[in-house]
């Protein structure tokens, strides 16, 4: 029989996997990046200091590679990320006031008209809160207070009018102080017509901290008329089975199917071999791409 993909069963909701240029010359990797997922997020080369390493000198090769692989495989392509406190080079972390706003206007622009056409979602700002619902410091809040939010949705708009714009953040998968500013901030948003069409929760989690209200949570932000996705996922095995690990892969994809509006789930990497989490082992494939549990309780979740 002919094995099945995740893909074969994503007929409600993508399914899709951080990738990174560097490995798809690995050819187990890029073949299951193909068979499997139907959508993509470049996991690092489309961030400040990939794309704008120094003022106006723009690099959009390794981005470029990803995005040819992922139109060659059917895949939609999630834009990763626009304005964020991290990996901006120091060239913009030097500056200030006006020529940072025009500065950061310039970027997205540029970022944006580049990919236009190609991007089905960006992350147009990333991360701006603290646990407590306050606002992080950065070099954004710090310079602008929060109206960077809505200058950047705008300047992003403005180069694709056809792409879905995201804030995208981790913790606020379950109702809490994080979550509410997140909400509120949406909220008022929207009732100012800044064009937000939707929101990421990031989903970071281990096994035995699948939040028991993530899709009662996910449901109030649709409420709200944005889209909601489930945009990094990783579980942790957390000293736990691959049993288990897959039973909590099963219950995220399953909150994202219950709710309408719930676009898709990313996985934050495929396999172990080249996650961001290396204390850990958090990806549905090992570090051999052997498919752990996981891979078919995704598969079931999905059908
Ligand atoms: O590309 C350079 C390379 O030239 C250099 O030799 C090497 C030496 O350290 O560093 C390489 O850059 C690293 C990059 O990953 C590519 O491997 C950076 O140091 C490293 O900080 C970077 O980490 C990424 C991290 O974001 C910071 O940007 C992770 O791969 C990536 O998985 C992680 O992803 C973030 C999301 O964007 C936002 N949400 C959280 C998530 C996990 O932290």
Redesign the pocket.
Known sequence: SIAAHFKDHANKIYIGS?L?PDHLSDSQYSSIAAAEFNSLTP??EM?WDAVEPSQGNYNYGPADQLVQFGQQNGMKIRG??LVWH??VPSWVSGLSGDTLHQTMISHITNVVTHFKGSIYAWDVV??IFNEDGSYRSSLWYNNFQTSFVADAFQAAAAADPSAKLYIND?NVEYTNAKSNALYNLVKELKSQGVPIHGVGF?S?LAVGQIPSDFATNLARFTALGVDVAIT?LDIKQNGQSQDAQAAAYSEVIKDCLSVNGCVGVTI??FTDKYS?ISSDTACPWDSNYQAKPAVAAIEAALQ
Request: proline share 0%; hydrophobic share 20%; charged share 20%.
């Open positions: 951080a990174a996991e690092n961030k990763h990320t991290s990996q990333n991360e981790y990031q970071h990094e934050w990497g961001w």
